[in-house]
């Protein structure tokens, strides 16, 4: 498959600001040999602005982690789209399992997120979505991602030049230290992919979409994870806060 593929790295509520600015100016330093947006850093919120600047000059891109559905007003606490952009912030994560798990989002937010990021221009979403162990074990896994795509996706207009970034994060993998074997991923990514073509068209999910697969990836398993057809790049937390280990995570996906 000859789209390109982008690695993703989510560093969570895993830094302070001095660390997020020292590792920030390490991936500066590392990956002097990527094209633009190739790889991409999602600090928290407080650190955006300050990784924004570190990151200047080189062609690392920024993301969110989270985002709020208004534009502007009484919304303590929140974050919108649009300021996310003037902060420098290309990607916005949404409905990460995290989210859905400690902050009670549910199908409605994440829609709504999703249309707040679509609305301003050339911001990218990365729309999460996962099955949880006992969804997995008792087979339901193809009947909940197809279920969550359509509870965030139906009723989008994906515009020409549009990219919409699917994340398969099955919730089980997520910082557990192994992640699921890749030709599973690859399985998943398929059903995913058939599932967009079914809502989308086959040509806008070949040209507008990605979808990259999220847990438990590090520098020994991810040599599996490379080559496969379903599969346009990764999404990274733990691995991602080592510099070095995240090269070698990006490379051995984004270099032939
Ligand atoms: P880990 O790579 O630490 O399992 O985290 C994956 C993840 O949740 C990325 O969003």
């Not at 330093?29 to 633009?36: I, L, P, Q, V, Y």
């Not at 982690?65 to 916005?92: I, N, P, R, T």
């Not at 990218?124 to 965030?152: H, M, S």
């Not at 690859?186 to 079914?198: C, F, Q």
Request: aromatic share 8%.
């Amino acid at each position: 498959m000859s789209k390109n593929k982008i690695v993703i790295a989510n560093w969570k509520m895993k830094l302070t600001l001095a660390e997020s600015k020292k590792l920030a100016q390490d991936v500066k330093e590392k990956f002097t040999n990527f094209s633009e947006d190739e790889v991409v850093i999602c600090p928290n919120f407080l650190s955006i602005c300050e990784v924004n600047n570190i990151i200047q000059g080189s062609t690392i891109g920024l993301g969110a982690q989270d985002v709020f559905w208004e534009e502007l007003g009484a919304y303590s606490g929140e974050v919108s789209a649009s300021m996310l952009k003037e902060a420098g912030c290309k990607y916005v994560i949404i409905g990460h399992s995290e989210r859905r798990k400690f902050l009670m989002e549910n199908y409605e937010m994440i829609h709504k997120e999703l249309k707040a990021v679509l609305a301003v221009e050339n911001m990218v979403p990365i729309v999460c979505i996962g099955e949880n162990w006992d969804e997995r074990k008792t087979d339901r896994r193809d009947y909940v991602l197809f279920e969550q795509l359509q509870q965030a996706l139906t009723g989008i207009e994906v515009k020409d030049n549009q990219e919409i970034i699917v994340a398969y994060e099955p919730i089980w993998a997520i910082g557990s230290g192994t992640a699921i074997e890749p030709a599973e991923a690859d399985y998943a990514h398929k059903i995913i992919r058939l599932t967009l073509n079914d809502m989308f068209g086959e040509d806008v999910v070949e040209n507008n979409f990605k979808i990259i697969y999220g847990g438990s990836i590090n520098k020994d398993n991810v040599v599996g994870f490379n080559g496969l057809d379903n599969i346009d790049g990764l999404l990274v937390g733990g691995a991602s806060l080592n510099p070095d280990e995240f090269l070698h995570v990006a490379n051995k996906i984004l270099k032939k």
